[in-house]
């Protein structure tokens, strides 16, 4: 499965509706948003990284991307001043925020340690 390309309106209804909703709640696969722009160098360099990923993690795992420049009010309620910055949504669908461009081994190690792991019983 590759990476899938969310606008703010698929965001909304596949991630999180901040406009209905006050409270985090994600109810889906375990996620990274990477919020990228095309112009981007460092980017364009976990680009192929992502989508290796995305194949690798198949079934267990979603990576969405969304465009800065073309989404900008998301970009603005996600507060994001540097790209890429990646949103990691974990099996618990605690989200966290990572800016800057991560090496595959250093993202496959939060895949495993941090979003597949099952959310704990309370």
Request: aromatic share 10%.
């Amino acid at each position: 499965m590759a990476t899938i390309q969310l606008t703010t309106k698929d965001f909304k209804e596949k991630v999180f509706n901040y406009e209905t909703e006050k409270d985090w709640k994600y109810e889906g696969l375990p996620a990274i948003v990477d919020f990228y722009a095309d112009w981007c160098g460092p980017c364009k360099m976990v680009a192929p990284i992502l989508e290796e990923l995305s194949n690798e993690y198949e079934n267990r795992l979603v990576i969405y991307k969304v465009n800065t420049d073309r989404e900008q009010e998301l970009s603005a309620v996600f507060g994001i001043q540097s790209i890429p910055t990646m949103l990691f949504i974990g099996a618990d669908g605690e989200p966290m925020m990572q800016p800057g461009a991560l090496p595959k081994h250093l993202l496959k190690q939060v895949i495993e340690e941090q979003l597949l792991v099952p959310a704990k019983a309370e």
